[in-house]
């Protein structure tokens, strides 16, 4: 069956600490992978996006991801967490074959001063 | 940049009412999306267009309907509302095929 799973519902970092979000997915095609953040009472924004190609992928606010295959994981890093990183993130899973996504059940990030 | 609009941040409504939840993109792209989120259970599919007039269900369309007669339009129906649908309605966009999805800024609903 093809899911996405978020292993941490919930992380605390110290403002100025290095994060790592885990993503693991389970999925039958080569997988197309994305990175959403939501703040509080917000849609869901794109952080980045893989495809194909160069498996570490840079987004926006510093964030990168790498995709490795043989692990079937997409974990999301950034090397200094700011306090206005706090949210939700969640992980998704498509391909070429289908428009839809599967998403995880998300990680909710909170950062202490 | 690509605008997804929704057309109520919060909605506060009684059991049995008749809901609609309206969804606009300005990017010309040919998928919509409704979700429903809720805690610990991330975002599920309640319906997904991919043209005019075309629709198809998703994960939980039970209680819902949806309805797509302008390309850039795509509203989310609740016949008779229930307690149960209380939730956070995310609605989406995406090019074909398989692009990107661009999300709204939800609805909050609240059913009473």
């Known amino acids: 069956a093809q899911s996405v799973t978020q292993p941490d519902i919930h992380i605390t970092v110290s403002e100025g600490a290095s994060l790592e979000l885990r993503c693991n997915y389970s999925?039958?095609?080569?997988?197309?992978l994305f990175w959403y953040v939501q703040s509080p009472g917000q849609g869901l924004q794109l952080l980045l996006k893989?495809?194909?190609?160069?498996?570490l992928v840079q987004g926006i606010k510093g964030f990168e991801a790498e995709f490795k295959r043989s692990q079937s994981s997409f974990n999301l890093r950034k090397p200094s967490v700011h306090w206005s990183d706090a949210a939700e993130y969640f992980c998704?899973?498509?391909?070429?074959?289908?428009?839809?996504?599967?998403f995880g059940t998300g990680t909710r990030l909170q950062v202490f001063p | 940049d690509v605008k997804v609009t929704q057309s109520s941040r919060y909605l506060v409504k009684r059991t049995g009412e008749k809901v609609f939840l309206e969804c606009v993109q300005d990017?010309?792209?040919?998928?919509m999306f409704w979700y429903r989120q809720d805690p610990g259970l991330g975002l599920r599919l309640i319906y997904f267009?991919?043209?005019?007039?075309?629709?198809e269900k998703g994960d939980i369309p039970e209680g819902y309907s949806v309805s797509r007669e302008k390309k850039e339009r795509f509203s989310l129906i609740l016949e008779s509302a229930s307690t149960n649908q209380t939730s956070m309605y995310l609605c989406?966009?995406?090019?074909?095929?398989?692009?990107?999805?661009?999300f709204g800024p939800g609805t909050r609903l609240t059913v009473l």
């Open positions: 990017m010309d792209h040919e998928n």
């Open positions: 999925y039958g095609a080569t997988p197309y």
């Open positions: 267009s991919y043209d005019v007039k075309m629709k």
């Open positions: 893989y495809f194909s190609g160069d498996t």
């Open positions: 989406a966009s995406s090019p074909r095929p398989a692009g990107t999805q661009y």
């Open positions: 998704a899973v498509g391909a070429l074959n289908t428009d839809k996504l599967i």
